[in-house]
């Protein structure tokens, strides 16, 4: 008899997920049945020792007839209780506070049940008072015992128990605190996790000796790897937001000296809610990196966004698109997403509608040159707020082509702001870089001609107009990161510049959430600059990177240095030496103080500058200083040695310069 003739003789087969059902009720019935059986005999012993106690051992034979009598009925009544309030589930695993609530609950209504049954229904007056008393006092800790021993027999961390633990590895939870008892637990309950957890470190030497659980506080965090090799413990587990990004580059660099892996457990955000089972990651470059977590002033923040209408360019680049998800994380009434590149935008959209159903999510496919099309949409669709975060970064691309840095940075901010005014739109937020600080190339002197543009706007409409600058930003498509991941792929070398070029690194989220925040902090006019924490060689970064990939720099991957590229900086700068830049609301947001440029004269050089088209790009470049005379290409710049002095005659007057500060100022 095939297949096709058993279902039709007795029925489609039941689905493995349906057997699997069935086969855990039947085990759960199972492990009922046997707890059951073990609770009876229990309750029978506990009741006997209440008469015993309660007459040092000498029961009279009244006695003994009314323990005869009631011990039936005492049992079953007790076990009625303890199944109406289900105690029989939690014999199956180890006890917890709300365990032991439920166990006092069951056992004090028992024997307010038995009290009045005994005493004024039946009046067996030959069952001593105190005899109910002691049966409620044995019940609750003979039971708590017994789960307090399932327990222990459970996370077999107690030396009689040492037998069964021998294969798992020990290892250190580097955080004495909720995260990583959470972690502790959700270890211990996890039995294919091998791990045996030895003990805790914290950075706060009061703790040291105290407990978590079955585990010690060993030690402080500079003692953390003479502590694991005492115990031999060959792996460290962190928790995540437990330490600085300095901390953990100095512990994966001890622990890699002696031969120990460093590894983090994720955060509560990482993990599914109600799933405690966890798996340690290695260390990833964010973690090397890491900060105190940014906060945002979320009830303002929805007072700007919600029901309101968002646009944001650039959407399928890696800024536009963490944009775009973080501004889901509150309830705007419209998303608008504006980019030329549609299989981002196609991929974007996917995304999104799978995260918010309830935001209406509008994918627009525009060039921000195309002046008309620009309009279109913003008439139709009204936009509240526009994020711009639309751009080209590729300073060495610029480099060679600077009439399409041009076109592409200050043509079409400018275009974008001048439509944002006539629309009517409420904010606009621009997305700028270190780069247009004291620039040497291209790039970076056409994002900061595009802040002049827009901090001249200012005041022109009720458009409220803001500049948000900020640095590197860890991990975005064509940076660094995914560039050295791919070199470290393929076997290396690793190629850095220069063995001194410095950076300010953000993750993307962060980044993008602190545009948002910026965004409502402005009053307008100004240049807001976001606080990039701690700098990092790229040298470290690059090597950083071999060592978390299990590799050795120069045994496995080559590092190897090729030069500064056209146009490049050993240093960016947030700001000019001289600046004044002054504290937000928010600690992580500065702003810039200063005079700004005459309106009418910056929007003429504006226009001359772009009405240089496709000229030769020695012109744009020396009209560009001129109108940035701060801007000096680099020596490794193809126009250092062609572009022209300053004129004297030049109407471009300098408000923010200064000479080449020699070390980046202004970072925490």
């Not at 990939?549 to 000019?576: A, N, Q």
């Not at 001359?608 to 000229?615: A, Y």
Request: with cysteine; glycine share 6%; net charge neutral.
């Amino acid at each position: 008899m095939n297949e096709t003739d058993h279902s039709r003789l007795h029925g489609p087969s039941e689905s493995p997920r349906a057997s699997a059902e069935q086969a855990n009720e039947l085990t759960r019935l199972q492990r009922s049945l046997l707890c059951i059986f073990v609770l009876i005999p229990l309750f029978v012993v506990i009741y006997f020792l209440s008469f015993w106690l309660r007459t040092e051992g000498k029961l009279s034979s009244d006695q003994w007839i009314a323990f005869l009598l009631t011990v039936t009925g005492v049992v079953m009544l007790k076990m009625m209780v303890f199944l109406w309030f289900r105690v029989h589930h939690i014999l199956g695993r180890y006890v917890t506070f709300q365990d032991l609530i439920t166990l006092f609950w069951a056992a004090t209504v028992n024997q307010l049940v038995l009290a009045v049954i005994i005493y004024y229904l039946l009046q067996l007056d030959s069952i001593p008072r105190s005899v109910l008393p002691l049966d409620w006092l044995l019940t609750i800790m003979a039971v708590g015992g017994l789960l307090a021993v399932l327990r222990v027999l459970h996370e077999n961390n107690w030396p009689p128990f040492a037998f069964f633990s021998k294969k798992k590895v020990p290892t250190l939870i580097v955080g004495a605190n909720e995260a990583g008892e959470s972690l502790l637990y959700a270890i211990v309950r996890n039995r294919k996790m091998p791990y045996h957890v030895v003990g805790f470190i914290d950075e706060d030497p009061e703790r040291v000796g105290t407990r978590i659980g079955s585990s010690r506080v060993l030690g402080t965090l500079p003692e953390t790897c003479q502590i694991a090799a005492h115990y031999g413990v060959n792996e460290i587990l962190i928790t995540t937001g437990g330490l600085s990004g300095r901390q953990v580059r100095r512990l994966v660099d001890e622990a890699r000296q002696r031969q120990m892996q460093v590894k983090v457990l994720p955060s509560f955000e990482e993990l599914i809610s109600g799933r405690l089972a966890v798996q340690p990651r290695p260390v990833a470059i964010e973690d090397l990196l890491r900060r105190e977590p940014v906060k945002l002033e979320l009830d303002n923040i929805r007072q700007w966004i919600d029901n309101r209408v968002l646009l944001v360019t650039g959407s399928a680049g890696s800024i536009g698109s963490e944009i775009c998800r973080q501004l889901l994380q509150f309830s705007p009434k419209r998303l608008i997403m504006l980019d030329r590149w549609e299989t981002g935008q196609f991929y974007l959209e996917q995304e999104l509608n799978r995260q918010r159903r309830d935001v209406q999510i509008d994918v627009q496919i525009a060039d921000l040159l195309n002046e008309k099309r620009v309009r279109e949409i913003l008439e139709s669709c009204r936009p509240d707020i526009i994020f711009h975060a639309a751009a080209y970064k590729h300073v060495p691309l610029m480099e060679k082509h600077p009439c399409e840095a041009l076109r592409n940075i200050v043509l079409a901010t400018r275009t974008l702001a001048n439509l944002a005014m006539q629309c009517k739109v409420d904010s606009f937020v621009m997305v700028s870089t270190d780069k247009a600080v004291n620039p040497t190339n291209v790039m970076g002197a056409c994002k900061r001609v595009a802040e002049l543009y827009v901090q001249s706007l200012a005041g022109q409409s009720s458009c409220r107009f803001v500049t948000v600058r900020f640095g590197n930003v860890l991990d975005s498509s064509g940076s660094v990161v995914p560039i050295f991941r791919q070199q470290i792929a393929r076997g290396g070398p690793v190629t850095v510049t220069d063995p001194g070029i410095v950076r300010y690194f953000m993750t993307i989220p962060e980044a993008s959430r602190l545009v948002i925040q910026a965004g409502i902090i402005g009053n307008g006019g100004e240049i807001l600059v976001l606080d990039m924490g701690e700098p990092m060689r790229i040298v470290d970064l690059a090597t950083d990177m071999i060592r978390l990939s299990g590799l050795e720099v120069g045994r496995d991957v080559e590092i190897v240095f090729i030069g500064l590229r056209p146009g490049e900086k050993l240093f960016e700068e947030l700001h000019y030496a001289d600046a004044k830049y002054l504290p937000t609301r928010h600690p992580k947001i500065l702003v810039l103080g200063g005079g700004r440029r005459d309106p009418k004269e910056l929007h003429a050089s504006v226009d001359r500058l772009l009405n240089l088209g496709d000229d030769d790009p020695w012109l744009i470049v020396n009209h560009l200083r001129k109108l940035v005379p701060e801007y000096k290409p680099g020596v490794t710049s193809p126009y250092a040695d062609k572009a022209s002095p300053l004129t004297a005659d030049s109407h471009e007057t300098p408000i923010e310069t200064a000479p080449k500060s020699p070390l980046p100022l202004g970072e925490g």
